[in-house]
């Protein structure tokens, strides 16, 4: 994927939606998490793992992006801390 790319076919057009969902999905998941375990600032995690995956692929591929995303992932596992009583 190219940062400027001509939208010539109904598949560029749906594979970007479809990637856009997904990404959206991922970190709608990621808030959700974070607010059940009272994390400070939920929306903050999931908005940038969102930002993360849609910049690294842009900037790289889809491939990169899997990765960006599982670091961003792993850093958010390893700070969360279960409050619950």
Known sequence: MYLVQLVNTADVLLSSLLVLIAFAVVGGSVTLNARH???ANPP?????LF????LATVMTDLRGAVLFGLLLVGLYLA???DTRV
């Open 37 to 39: 375990h009272r994390m």
């Open 44 to 48: 903050a995690w999931g908005l940038t």
């Open 51 to 54: 930002a993360v995956l849609l």
């Open 79 to 81: 700070v969360r801390r």
